[in-house]
Every structure is written in structure tokens, then in C-alpha cells.
């Protein structure tokens, strides 16, 4: 999948499209067998009245259209449109090359076909040309943007204080609070342990890596409680867990400051280990981000009994810690303790990597200090963090994606989203 900027002339323009190609070849031969076999039936699945009247019972017109209507289906493949055969019509144009009309919701789409023959082959190709903002899948309805004044400054959009990282997991400390910059927050400050914090500090140019004491090497704990109660008390948001590691103080430390933070606060990974040791009731304004496994640690269930009724395992959930509960995986779940739950359209293998996780906290955590409702703040970040994901799976394919390249398109997502009015 490629992207161009262009209007009429060629010259650019500030709305970028998405470009596919699709190609189909067919047996001239195998679509006269079809309608021999299947009559009238097979020719009204396939083809409108105007294509019938048109092709007048010539094999090779059929088979073109066939061919041609395959590859505009393959171009619409991964773009959240579907047209079937039968409302894609395929007809001469002015100048006798093939003109495409999709018949219903195109969303703008721009399509062009050629059609060949070459020993009784129909081999046809299709261009489609959509706007971003065109592409993009239904969004439930709570995703909502924060808005962008013209005449904001950094302190417009909040501070997010991120607590992440220990020894051999710096990278989910990066990608976390990296991914809340890039979601938009005004100010990120990563607090991590001090002998972590040269690594951090070099890594992370417009994060603020700050040093806080460590009961181990690279591991944080309470003896820094009081100054991160104090860092988050300036935040909009904290986001807390992404690669903190498992020592027992750091435990500690994670359960007092969900029980006691006056933000917002994120909690992924083992930010969610720590709780589901201490069985510590929480706010409505704390956001869980569980995978399966996470979920049926904090519920005492195993994964596969989380997989086998997501829905009831996010309410019960979302009931038993009195938090909003994010169960990610295909169709991630947002569920709200006062009854909402929301179900994310996207199925993204490529986003089964390591990482991954650590950006949605970020995004999420991003959208809240920039005032965004938490419910609302994950709906909406799952949303954009699987969008994202799906653009680079059109690009390289569902295998290879790195958490570090959704960092980059984060802010495309959120600009195609803003064009599309959500």
C-alpha cells in the first residue's frame, strides 16, 4: 500500500490517500462452464442488469468483468469496505476503456480497471485511490479526540508522569512514555530507577527521564513513595508498570500509589502483577489494561477461561476492582464499572509482539492529560492503537510489525480521524 498527495493538475494537496492495486486473472473457459452450469442464477449473482445487456452472452466479456471485479474487491481488502460482485458494474466509457461504478457507500473511493485477453486468459488489474480519513473502520461510539486549540501552549495539553522500567525492560519505559508524546500530551516525565537512568536519559530525547531511588539495581520501591506521590500530584495522569519488574517493594510501592494518587492513573503489566496480589479495591478513574492472562490473574481464573467469555470476564472484572478494565486482544473490550462496555472493531495479528502493550498505555495515558474522560481515553486509544497497527500491517503484512513503528503513526491515525470528523 502506498500513499500520494495530488489533486487535478498533480499538484499536492493537504487530504493524503491510500493507493492499492489489485490484479485477477480468470479462464475464459471456467466462466462459460459457470454460466452453462448455473444459467441466470450465476449471472444475476455476478453481474448487474446494464453488464448482462452489455456482454450480450460473449464468454470473454463476462470473464473480463469477473477478473476485473476480483481485483477491485482485492484492492478494498484490510480497508473496512466491502463490495460484492454484483455492486461493482464494469462498462464501457467514453472511450471505450472499462469505467467502474461502485452502487452504494464508496466513501470516496476512486477506482480504475484495464482488462486484457490473451489465450482465452481474462487478466485484469485495478487501482483504488481513498482518503485516509475513507479508510478507516467504524468507531464505537465513545472514541472522541481531545481537541487541539489553535492557541494552545504545552501546559494545555497536560503533564503524564510515567513510572516503567528495570533492568533488561528500558524499552517498555521508552515505548510507553515515548507513545504518550506522540498521542499528544504536553509534557512526559519518566521517572525510573537510578541506575537505569543514564540508559533512559540517552534514549529518550524529548521525554524527561528523571532518576528516583532503587532498593535493588534498576529496581524502584517505596522508599520513593512519598516523592512520586508528590510528582503525580502535578500530572494530569500517571502511568504506571510498563517492564517495572517483580521485586516485593516494588509491589509495595504500585499498590500504594493506585490506592492513594489523586490523578488519573494507567496500570499495565506489572503494575496489573502487583494488584492481583494485594486484591486492593480502586477508583473508577484507574485503567487496567489487561491481556487474558493478566485478567485471569486478577480474577483468580485462568486464560483460556478469560478467552472462553470475554465480555463476562471484563464486567466481572470491571465489577470486582471497581476500575475500567481494558481486555486487549482481536476486538479489545473496554468495560466501565457502571455498565459500558465497548467492543474495538479491529483483528490485528500483527500486533501479537512484544511492546505493543506498553504503547497502548502510553496512548491512553496521553489522551487523559490532555483532559480526555479515562473511559473515553481508552476507547479511544484502543481504537488509534489498533488502527495503527492495521496501517502498517497493509504496508509490510501481519509478521515483523515492531512496537517502535507505531510510535510514528500515531499521529497520522489521529490526524485521518480528525479529517474523517471523530
Not at 464505537?140 to 481531545?146: C, D, F, I, M, W
Amino acid at each position: 500500500m502506498g500513499k500520494v498527495a495530488r489533486r487535478a493538475g498533480g499538484a499536492p494537496r493537504d487530504n493524503v490517500c491510500v493507493q492499492r492495486i489489485g490484479v485477477d486473472a480468470v479462464s475464459v473457459d471456467r466462466i462459460a462452464l459457470a454460466i452453462r452450469r448455473s444459467g441466470q442464477g450465476f449471472l444475476d449473482k455476478v453481474y448487474t442488469p446494464a453488464e448482462q445487456e452489455y456482454c450480450a452472452g460473449n464468454d470473454e466479456r463476462f470473464a473480463g468483468r469477473w477478473a476485473a471485479k476480483e481485483a477491485v474487491i482485492k484492492c478494498f481488502d484490510g480497508t473496512g469496505i466491502c463490495f460484492p460482485r454484483r455492486r461493482i458494474e464494469i462498462l464501457p466509457g467514453p472511450n471505450g476503456a472499462p469505467r467502474t461504478e461502485l452502487l452504494g457507500d464508496g466513501r470516496g473511493a476512486q477506482v480504475e480497471v484495464s482488462i486484457t485477453h490473451h489465450s482465452r486468459l481474462a487478466v485484469a488489474t485495478a487501482h483504488l485511490e481513498i482518503s485516509d480519513a475513507s479508510a478507516l473502520l467504524p468507531a464505537p461510539e465513545a472514541v472522541a479526540l481531545p481537541p487541539r486549540p489553535k492557541d494552545a501552549h504545552k501546559g494545555t495539553f497536560g503533564t503524564a508522569v510515567v513510572l516503567a522500567g528495570s533492568i533488561g525492560l528500558t524499552g517498555a519505559a521508552y515505548l510507553s512514555s515515548t507513545a504518550s508524546a506522540r498521542t499528544g500530551a504536553g509534557l512526559v516525565r519518566l521517572l525510573v530507577a537510578s541506575s537505569i537512568y543514564p540508559i533512559l536519559a540517552a534514549k529518550s530525547t524529548e521525554v524527561m527521564a528523571t532518576p528516583v531511588p532503587e532498593v535493588a539495581p534498576g529496581a524502584v520501591g517505596w522508599p520513593a513513595y512519598e516523592s512520586i506521590l508528590e510528582q503525580l500530584a502535578a500530572a494530569e495522569v500517571g502511568i504506571i508498570g510498563p517492564g517495572l519488574g517483580r521485586d516485593s517493594s516494588t509491589w509495595r510501592l504500585v499498590v500504594g500509589l493506585a490506592e492513594h494518587a489523586e490523578c488519573p492513573l494507567v496500570i499495565d503489566a506489572d503494575g496489573l502483577n502487583a494488584l492481583a496480589e494485594s486484591k486492593q479495591w480502586l477508583r473508577p478513574d484507574r485503567v487496567l489494561t489487561p491481556h487474558p492472562g493478566e485478567l485471569g490473574r486478577l480474577l483468580g481464573m485462568s486464560a483460556a477461561e478469560v478467552n472462553a467469555d470475554r465480555p463476562a470476564a471484563a464486567r466481572r472484572a470491571t465489577e470486582e476492582w471497581g476500575a475500567i478494565v481494558v481486555l486487549k486482544g482481536a476486538h479489545t473490550l473496554v468495560a466501565h464499572p457502571d455498565g459500558r462496555l465497548s467492543e474495538d472493531p479491529h483483528e490485528v495479528p500483527g500486533l501479537a509482539t512484544g511492546g505493543t502493550g506498553d504503547v497502548l498505555s502510553g496512548i491512553i495515558g496521553g489522551l487523559i492529560s490532555q483532559g480526555s474522560d479515562p473511559y473515553v481515553a481508552a476507547v479511544t486509544g484502543v481504537y488509534v492503537h489498533a488502527t495503527a497497527g492495521k496501517r502498517i500491517a497493509n504496508r509490510i503484512g501481519d509478521s515483523g510489525l515492531l512496537a517502535s513503528d507505531l510510535l510514528l503513526e500515531i499521529p497520522l491515525v489521529m490526524k485521518a480521524m480528525r479529517q474523517a470528523g471523530r
